[in-house]
């Protein structure tokens, strides 16, 4: 599994997450050609080689021609994206990211998501370092994405509200749950795009995972300090397991005093917040009471606010929680085809050859139920048919 570790040892901007991209060996015209597909005017792409404490790096310029002065809307921003000729996939998460970048911003200044205006060279901006990051990284073959804690620099800096300490509001509610600190320069080293690319991309963030290294860059930022590299870090590599791992946090508490209904509706909850896994075990509590061990499996970033929920949802005074290393399958999602229609199917592969393959049980249902044939028939067919598209055998 290729994957990409963005070093954040001097903070992030979307700039500099294209200049890293570049640095690493991206083809710039691979984003002019995306850019192309966008019905944006007046505007260039340019990268240039310079240096960071003698550190080679590559810097990237979004030059503006022509603007027109009218600030730009999250529902003009996705607009924008459903009438270009990018890809469904790109189109889907660039539009997922301005979403969340206008929940934040709305949530500082106190109104509505449709309210947040984007200034028009600001927006052109955001939209280039978005798309180019979604291109870059599908262009350099990159399953998944990890990252360092994330210098945020210090001090004060000013933006069209006045003077605001680093870093800024919109960064800052970007960056919960990401693990921050402070170190060198008081200048703001993070930028909200440069924080929301983190927050939607990145799977876990941590030291550097075991890897074999392929290849490498530097993004350089705008502004150079006296000793200290202003510059971002990406390494790509590939995993050196025979399956791919990460870490994750087990949650657990006992409950002997809740109305066993409220389970399913907690569970639900959960599920929607982003728990990878929920499940109850029966227990004798104490006092020989039954009782029921509520289980949570989650992101390590995710931990407090399920953990809150937990809390809030329940009648339990305390959680456990810790954290425990995970091998997995690499998983992919194909359609297959059947005689009564597409179903999904989950593909598992490691050691480098396939080695479990599920259909959706809910999409063999409903065939199953609408054709009015045997759920197992229908299971049977939709493997089948999978294996048999990827040329493999388990």
């Known amino acids: 599994m290729r994957h990409i570790y963005f070093d954040c040892f001097s903070g992030i901007s979307g700039d500099m997450v294209i200049g890293s991209l570049l640095d690493a060996g991206l083809d710039i015209d ?104 979604l291109v870059g990284l599908e262009e350099l073959g990159i399953e998944e994405a990890y990252a360092s804690p994330v210098n945020v620099g210090g001090g004060f800096a000013e933006c069209k509200h006045g003077v605001l300490p680093v870093p800024a509001p919109a960064a800052l509610k970007l960056l919960e749950g990401i693990p921050i600190y402070s170190r060198g320069p008081q200048a703001e ?21 075991p890897q074999r290294v392929l290849f490498h860059g530097y993004g350089a930022g705008k502004h150079e300090f006296p000793e200290w590299p202003n510059l971002l870090r990406v390494i790509v590599g590939e995993s050196t397991e025979a399956f791919a791992g ?77 954290r425990e290393a995970r091998l997995k399958l690499s998983r992919t ?30 999409d063999c249902r409903k065939i199953a139920r609408a054709h009015k044939v045997s759920l197992k028939r229908v299971y049977d067919a939709a493997k089948n048919s999978a294996i048999g598209e990827l040329g493999e055998q388990i």
């Open 30 to 133: 691979c984003l002019r050609k995306a850019l192309s597909l966008l019905p944006l005017k007046g505007c260039e792409l340019r990268a240039e080689r310079t240096s960071r404490r003698h550190l080679s790096a590559t810097s990237f310029f979004v030059e503006v021609k022509e603007t027109q002065q009218h600030e730009r809307g999250l529902k003009e921003i996705s607009e924008l994206f459903d009438l270009s000729a990018l890809p469904q996939t790109i189109r889907q998460k660039a539009k997922a990211i301005f979403g969340l970048l206008a929940n934040v911003e709305a949530a500082i200044h106190s109104t509505t998501p449709d309210k947040i205006h984007f200034h028009e060279v600001g927006a052109i901006d955001s939209i280039v370092d978005v798309v180019g990051a």
């Open 189 to 209: 080293l993070v930028t909200p795009t440069g924080a929301v690319i983190l927050k939607s991309l990145v799977k876990s963030f941590g030291p550097l995972p």
């Open 246 to 322: 990460d870490d994750i946090v087990v949650m657990n508490t006992n409950i002997d005093d809740m109305n066993p209904e409220f389970f399913e509706y907690l569970m639900e909850l959960l599920f929607e917040r982003g728990a990878l896994d929920v499940y109850l075990t029966p227990i004798q509590a104490k006092k020989t009471r039954p009782g029921t061990q509520l289980t949570v499996l989650c992101e390590p970033a995710d931990t407090p606010a399920l953990a809150s929920l937990v809390f809030s949802e329940s009648t339990t005074f305390g959680v456990r929680y810790h």
């Open 333 to 362: 999602t194909i359609d297959a085809h059947t005689e009564w229609g597409p179903v999904k199917v989950k593909i598992g592969a490691g050691e480098g050859r396939l080695m479990s393959v599920s259909p959706e049980f809910d």
